[in-house]
């Protein structure tokens, strides 16, 4: 069954995001895949709170998507930052 799944692609399966700290904040990349395509997007947490960054950008790459999303998270809560929650 294994060999199926490696020549049909069920085999391999995206890495999951890794969540990274910035300022106090857990950042989670989450990009929304639209088509071949990944819509920017991340989970951003702190004290309990969470608030869901979505981005009308959209990249071809997951990684540079989840690059994209962390980036965009952190400018947002350089921006904002307590003020993303209210």
């Known amino acids: ?44 947490e702190k004290d309990g709170k969470s608030h869901t960054l979505i981005r009308a950008d959209v990249l071809e790459d997951l990684a540079a998507a989840n690059e994209a999303s962390v980036n965009k998270a952190k400018q947002m809560i350089d921006e904002q930052g307590d003020r993303l929650f209210t």
Request: hydrophobic content about 30%; proline content about 9%.
């Open 1 to 44: 069954m294994s060999i199926l799944k490696r020549l049909f692609g069920g085999g391999t399966s995206a890495p999951e995001p890794k969540s990274e700290t910035y300022n106090g904040f857990t950042i989670t990349p989450t990009p929304i895949r639209e088509g071949s395509r990944f819509r920017i997007s991340a989970l951003i």
